[in-house]
């Protein structure tokens, strides 16, 4: 639906911009999808006075002015003669632009000192103005033009305007009209409705029932049909006010008649169909008599777009006695056409039932701006005024003279419905209070009546017939909603605070952890928070003031106590290969404090694989490495990049081997092998690998963030490396010389073997390195790589006297 | 002899040779006997130069069709022979057991305490957490459980033998205390976690065990809220035939107070109408005073269970011990 600034404000004021406007529509539920503005001829100028003239003080021939402009006064420096004070002129404003002469740049006019004494405008000629009128000096208007009125409007030429483009909703059938929407602006304005007056003069003594008669054969279909004559019209083009803002909507413009149904539709909402009354048929001498019934099955019909259309008997047809003249409330038929020499005028102005429309336009494929607004229904109480307004627009624009009386079809007039709305409901259901008083403002503003106003517990409104969507109270709810304005309402917290804990994050990280650890295949423990201080690897722990006995005295400082008592119960009852971590608590005192300590281990012994009928090293047990792969997976799945790890020279009371794990120069844990002698104490027979890390480093150092690295499009060179390093040479040592020598396009660097025995002299081991080198851009070429490659081994045989294997 | 009687037996000799050859290498033997440079079919093909000069077409005809019939048997043979070469030499045995990459499992308490956050979190609870080092004033004191109360003897109560009067938390409840005296109402949280009661272990106690605990305040939260939020959480966890009945009870942090019991196939096949599950009330005026909300505005209902019961209920078992020792056999089964 469109509609235009201008032509709303003839129906209500206001003063919003057009952004203002847009705004306050969306606001009340009726979306702008596009706005358009389109400039006016004669913009910034408008009607001005002259209040005083004077003579300039540093220039005979100019003459010093006060005019009014109508938002204020302003001083202007003129050099025309032919004008006094009192005279309504036209002025342009500072910013405004004069109409370019052709092949001219616009003059575009700014306030400016003119021989030293400021003007703020120019007061214009015809000349200036672009208009044929020859005068030589200033356009001098018609004593009673408003002062401040647009120039353009004073000249009935179109002014600039802001076409709207509104989305109307379904439900609300009576927002398809210029009316409709400026009844909503009225609503939320608080200024009222100014619904056209309408004078039709005097009409000629005819009456309409001696020129036509009306007969409904189907009154479920068409509840109402009314009819008014205008006779002696003159068909001709629209005056350019109805075909601009019929052209402004994007309706073309037709003629006069025609148009001003179609303007009528669209200021209303009842659309309207103009009948040539000299083409209907009557019987001799009989005036003619306006049929609706029902088309015959298989009857046929061209409607005025020139399609010749079958119907059934389904199909609603405005008829004379003799043949069909219209599809009902879609579109006239081509026999009874508005054309050039119609003279004498029929208005058809009915309601027909929705669903019939609906179903009849869905079936010839025909919609129309008449068939929209029927099948959502239309204002069955609007006829009558429609087709007033209809004869008043067509006497205004085609001439003629209209047939007194109307013809009224309207078996049986549709009573009002009446709501009661309980004020408490609209306080439920909103969550604010609006007073009793409130609501009943609101609805009245809306143009519904209510009655029993006083009343603290509800009121009686009643629907007007426009107001198809108003069915029950919940639908009055939602009108004071849009009218106290949803923006209005508070938006407090959800009740019972959601998300207001700092743990909350906490617990999904941890459930993030046992996630890893158990698809790596380690089971989850549970152990007891109370242990023995004889336990291994307890050094110094929370002792209980009153303990229940010797086997739970002490607070666990580590979970490793209670994965090695797992371990040997498991072992005991036979199941020798277990792996299994656990996420928990420890407790430590820190210059008596006590301390809680979020932490995560694993403990892992027996067989690597489960047991398997087949494959050399099915009896392979776990050892430090089956531990490393574990963190390392743990560790990169978990977000936590960079770790390194530290052999202890020596063994300690809980390890035989171990080393310190790191992040950076924080130790965050460690892993090692259990003491022999101490993995006899827990019945344990196999390796026993151990590793603790704690959690709530983990937490702070983890980092999850994930972007995706473009898939790589060109192909790798790999270079493998065998050399001989002494045995105290690192896989780290290794790699930092690789960071350090940083070889160009290097991707990554794979350890591929670690060999001891023929060929390696004692004290050395061999270890072979896999470099792959890839640019992201390009194919690489083998000299550059091997230029890059060459030089990494150059420092591999200087910083770790490695020779090279040659293979 | 005709070529054609020539031709004919040939092409129906090498046909058969074909078929019959019994591997890869038999039929490449077969191959050169007949199509090689040597072999029978070409030396017949050389046959065609010396024929006359008007039986050539009809018999070069002859001859690429045959070649064209033994390539295509060669063709199919030797897709029959690769296929049969690929096959193990036994047949595979399929119900012989598969090299398993075993799935490691989360501690069946783990389990049961995440489907219990779930459940809570989907009515907009957050969880929540505190020490389970606690001092007396946040476990009991501020929890409306006087020095005199039974609840307080030592005797269930584990101290720490450190200077301060530090025990280990009997309940979850000390961290309502914890987050209301942090926070400003509304709340709305769920805290599991680990306490600690002086019972020596036997098959229904262990002196660590764990509890979940739920706490809601706002204005106008109401007994009815409390019965609503439990059914629809005990019906989550433990089926939708779950019947709850609250029963009058006593707590010193809520007023008024109840017990829970449940009802359900599984507890009448065990002989009994109702179990008891868990315990809740309003949360005490008192309670509110002491961390500085007023009970005139707000209300709030608390309520706590053992998510060992829970469980054990959920999966039939018997000894709460079991939970602690960590047999891969028990873990392995949930």
């Known amino acids: ?807 | 002899m005709s070529f054609h009687d020539q031709l004919e037996p040939l092409k129906q000799a090498a046909l058969a040779d074909l078929r019959a050859a019994s591997d890869l290498a038999a039929l490449e033997q077969t191959k050169g006997n007949y199509l090689g440079a040597q072999g029978k079919f070409t030396a017949l093909m050389k046959q065609l130069g010396t024929l006359p000069k008007e039986e050539k077409p009809a018999a070069g005809k002859l001859v690429n069709q045959a070649k064209i019939e033994l390539e295509a048997a060669l063709n199919e043979r030797r897709a029959e022979l690769e296929l049969k070469a690929a096959l193990p030499k036994e047949p595979t045995d399929f119900t012989l057991p598969g090299r398993r990459r075993p799935l490691g499992k989360l501690h069946p308490l783990t389990q049961v305490t995440e489907d219990i956050v779930r459940s809570f979190r989907k009515i907009g609870f957050v969880v929540a957490d505190g020490p389970e080092i606690e001092d007396e004033y946040h476990c009991f004191d501020a929890l409306n459980t006087p020095a005199d109360h039974p609840a307080r003897d030592s005797q269930d109560t584990f101290y720490l033998g450190t200077p301060t009067k530090s025990l280990l938390r009997t309940h979850t409840s000390s961290v309502q205390i914890r987050v209301m005296e942090k926070q400003p109402p509304p709340i709305r949280i769920i805290v599991p976690g680990r306490v600690y009661r002086r019972d020596n272990a036997d098959a229904t106690h262990n002196p660590t065990f764990q509890q979940i605990e739920g706490l809601y305040v706002d204005k106008h939260v109401t007994v009815a809220d409390l019965k609503g939020t439990v059914e629809f959480v005990f019906q989550e966890l433990l089926g939708e035939e779950v019947k709850l009945r609250f029963r009058p009870h006593y707590f010193s942090y809520t007023e008024p107070s109840f017990e829970i019991d449940f009802s359900s196939p599984m507890v009448r096949k065990m002989g009994k109408e109702w179990l008891e599950l868990a315990g809740c009330g309003m949360v005490h005026p008192q309670v509110f005073e002491n961390v500085g909300y007023d009970p005139e505005i707000w209300s709030g209902w608390a309520f706590g269970f053992g998510i060992e019961r829970i469980a054990m209920l959920r999966y039939e078992i018997n000894d709460i011990r079991l939970f602690y020792e960590n047999d891969v056999r028990f873990l392995r089964q949930f």
């Not at chain 1, 539709?265 to 009948?275: D, K, N, R, V, Y």
């Not at chain 1, 105290?728 to 001891?756: G, M």
């Open chain 1, 1 to 807: 639906m469109k509609v235009t600034l201008n032509w709303l404000k003839q129906y209500v004021e206001f003063d919003w911009s057009p952004d203002q406007l847009a705004e306050r529509l969306t606001m009340i539920g009726i979306e702008v999808e596009g706005m358009q503005k389109l400039g006016g001829e004669f913009e910034g100028v408008v009607v001005a006075e002259v209040l005083t003239r004077d003579k300039h003080p540093n220039a005979d021939r100019l003459s010093l002015c006060r005019v009014a402009d109508g938002q204020g006064e302003r001083q202007i420096v003129c050099g025309a003669q032919n004008f006094k004070a009192g005279d309504k002129v036209p002025l342009i404003l500072p910013g405004a632009s004069l109409p370019p002469k052709p092949g001219e740049q616009p003059f575009t006019i700014k306030i400016g000192k003119i021989r030293g004494v400021e003007s703020q405008g120019m007061l214009c000629s015809p000349q200036e103005l672009g208009l044929p009128d020859q005068v030589d000096g200033l356009l001098i208007l018609s004593p009673d033009a408003k002062v401040g009125q647009p120039f353009a409007e004073y000249l009935g030429r179109s002014a600039g305007d802001v076409v709207y483009d509104l989305e109307i909703t379904p439900n609300r059938p009576d927002l398809n009209s210029v009316v409709g929407i400026a009844r909503e602006i009225s609503a939320v304005s608080g200024n009222p409705l100014k619904l056209p007056e309408i004078q039709l003069g005097t009409s000629s003594p005819t009456s309409v029932d001696s020129l036509v008669a009306v007969r409904i054969d189907d009154a479920e279909l068409c509840p109402r049909y009314t009819a008014r004559v205008v006779r002696g019209v003159k068909i001709g083009p629209s005056p350019d006010w109805l075909k601009n803002t019929l052209e402004k909507v994007g309706i073309r413009s037709i003629s006069n008649v025609v148009d001003v149904t179609n303007y009528v539709m669209l200021e209303i909402g009842q659309p309207l169909h103009a009948f040539d009354y000299h083409l209907l048929t009557s019987a001799a001498g009989n005036r003619p008599t306006i049929v609706v019934r029902r088309a015959a099955e298989g009857e046929k019909f061209t409607t005025l777009d020139g399609q010749q259309r079958t119907l059934t008997n389904q199909t609603l047809l405005i008829a004379d006695e003799s043949k069909p003249i219209a599809l009902a409330g879609i579109m006239g038929g081509q026999n009874t056409e508005i054309n050039e020499k119609t003279v004498d005028v029929l208005i058809e102005s009915a309601y027909f039932k929705p669903q019939n429309i609906r179903a009849t336009s869905k079936k010839l494929e025909l919609r129309t701006e008449s068939s929209y607004r029927f099948e959502r229904g239309g204002d069955i109480g609007i006829c009558d005024w429609a087709s007033q307004r209809a004869a008043q627009l067509i006497l205004q624009t085609a001439g003629g003279q209209l047939a007194s009386g109307v013809i009224d079809a309207y078996p049986h007039p549709a009573t009002r419905k009446e709501i009661t709305l309980r004020h408490h409901k609209v306080c439920d259901l909103l969550g604010v209070r609006i007073s009793a008083k409130e609501n009943v403002k609101y609805l009245r503003q809306l143009g519904l009546e209510v009655s029993i106003e006083n009343a603290e517990e509800y009121c009686l409104v009643e629907v007007p017939t426009f107001r198809v969507d108003l069915k029950r109270e919940i639908d009055l709810i939602e009108e004071v909603t849009r009218m106290y304005g949803i923006e209005h309402i508070p938006a407090p917290p959800p009740r019972g605070a959601i998300g207001s804990h700092p743990y909350d994050a906490v617990h999904d990280e941890l459930a993030d952890a046992r996630r890893i650890l158990t698809g790596l295949g380690l089971n989850e423990a549970q152990g007891q928070t109370l242990v023995s201080d004889k336990s291994a690897g307890i050094e110094a722990a929370i002792p209980l003031a009153n303990p229940l006995s010797s086997d739970m005295n002490v607070l666990r400082p580590s979970l490793l106590p209670g994965l090695l008592d797992a371990l040997r119960h498991n072992l005991n009852r036979k199941n020798n290969d277990v792996a299994l971590f656990e996420v928990g608590r420890v407790f430590g005192q820190n210059n008596g404090q006590v301390r809680e300590e979020r932490r995560v281990a694993i403990a892992l012994t027996g067989l690597r694989h489960p047991s398997f009928w087949s494959g050399n090293d099915r009896e392979a047990t776990c050892d430090i490495y089956d531990l490393k792969g574990f963190l390392e997976e743990f560790l990169e799945q978990f977000g936590v990049r960079g770790v390194t790890y530290t052999r202890r020279p020596d063994s300690t009371a809980l390890y035989l081997e171990s080393a310190t794990i790191q992040l950076g120069k924080q130790t965050i844990g460690e892993l090692g092998q259990l003491l022999p002698p101490l993995a006899k104490r827990y019945d344990l027979r196999d390796a026993v690998l151990l590793a603790e890390l704690n959690l709530d480093l983990l937490l702070a150092r983890r980092n999850t963030a994930k972007t995706l690295k473009p898939l790589p499009a060109f192909p790798t060179i790999r270079r493998d490396v065998a050399m001989l390093v002494p045995e105290t040479t690192t896989h780290e040592a290794v790699l930092n010389i690789v960071r350090q020598t940083k070889p160009q396009n290097l991707e990554s660097v794979q350890l591929f073997d670690v060999f001891r025995g023929k060929n390696v002299p004692t004290g050395q081991k061999s270890m072979a390195y896999a470099f792959t080198y890839r640019h992201p851009e390009r194919t690489l070429t083998d000299a550059e790589v091997n230029a890059a490659h060459e030089k990494l081994v150059e420092q591999f045989k200087l910083q770790l006297q490695a020779a090279i294997r040659e293979s």
